[in-house]
């Protein structure tokens, strides 16, 4: 009995394996080329803004640009006591801390209930939190100015905080309120049968399985309020600034100071570094919540 026939079919499937695994090499190859470009044109940014703010003057401005150059720290310290950049990140450190905690103190009661239990008008709530995401925040400044001026409550970290927490609460409100759905409500039924009260289970059930959800939601809300210039530009003078607000006191008609405007864009930068480095395995978690059932 001929074999020609089977040696031919097994020629054939191996020229076709081996044409699969070249067209998966090629598609890793432009995958891993793909990522690179992206890694590279996220981070690039970065890497020039903290290089700029370690480089004199002169480096700063030179054509081409300089690569090797001595570091200074003239920019930072220039940055924290000449323009006061380190009063500025003190008041931002307390005013998106305190707008983050409140957020999640009261969004998260307000996730549970919306997710766990039936009531009237549950649906024109939800739609009022989702909707205040809405609003432009141009259209508000202007009312928002008129009522803290009234209130006498300008220049002040309250007034802010109190902003800042109208528009990270629907933020909070609308994470948790999907990943408290995505807890078996089992699990509630079993542990009232077990005696516990309702405040019982949202407290020792519910809210450790919903961690992922409430962390992500707890660096929105502190970005959001971190990063907020337009705000506290209007309703801040002197004693309440931010570091965005900060950040601007470099324009000039003169001359643009770059080693310093990197300098305090890195300080500004680096508590959010910090603060995504601290907490990016809940992130990683959270962001992913649904993805796998």
């Known amino acids: 009995m001929s074999t020609a026939p089977l040696q031919a079919s097994n020629d054939g499937a191996s020229k076709r394996a081996k044409r699969a695994r070249a067209a998966r090499r090629r598609t890793t190859g432009w995958h891993f080329v793909g990522l690179l470009v992206v890694f590279l044109s996220s981070v690039f940014p970065f890497y020039w803004m903290v290089t700029t703010s370690l480089k004199s003057q002169a480096?700063?401005?030179?054509?081409?640009?300089?690569?090797?150059?001595?570091?200074?720290?003239?920019?930072?310290?220039?940055?924290?006591?000449?323009?006061?950049?380190?009063?500025?990140?003190?008041?931002?450190?307390?005013?998106a801390s305190s707008t983050t905690l409140l957020a999640i103190l009261l969004g998260t009661p307000a996730a549970y209930a919306l997710a766990r239990y039936e009531f009237r008008g549950k649906e024109d709530l939800w739609f009022w939190f989702i909707s205040n995401r809405m609003v432009s925040p141009v259209v508000l400044a202007v009312p928002f100015f008129l009522i803290a001026t009234k209130l006498d409550l300008v220049d002040t970290h309250i007034v802010l905080i109190l902003l800042y927490l109208t528009f990270s609460l629907p933020i909070v409100v609308w994470i948790c309120t999907d990943q408290f759905r995505n807890i078996p409500v089992e699990l509630d039924e079993a542990a009232r049968l077990d005696g516990a009260s309702p405040w019982r289970v949202f407290w020792?059930?519910?809210?450790?399985?919903?961690?992922?959800?409430?962390?992500?939601?707890?660096?929105?809300?502190?970005?959001?309020?971190?990063?907020?210039?337009?705000?506290?530009?209007?309703?801040?003078?002197?004693?309440?600034?931010?570091?965005?607000?900060?950040?601007?006191?470099?324009?000039?008609?003169?001359e643009l100071p770059w080693g310093e405007i990197m300098a305090t864009g890195t300080l500004i930068v680096l508590p959010m570094v910090v603060f995504a480095l601290a907490v990016s395995g809940r992130l990683v978690q959270g962001l992913t919540m649904g993805a796998v059932k």
């Open 59 to 95: 480096d700063a401005l030179a054509y081409p640009p300089v690569w090797l150059f001595k570091p200074t720290l003239s920019h930072y310290s220039a940055a924290l006591f000449t323009h006061e950049v380190g009063g500025s990140l003190v008041n931002s450190l307390i005013i």
């Open 204 to 254: 020792r059930i519910n809210l450790p399985l919903a961690m992922p959800g409430i962390v992500v939601s707890a660096i929105f809300a502190f970005i959001f309020s971190w990063n907020d210039l337009l705000y506290a530009l209007v309703l801040t003078r002197t004693e309440a600034i931010t570091s965005p607000v900060a950040a601007t006191s470099y324009m000039s008609g003169y």
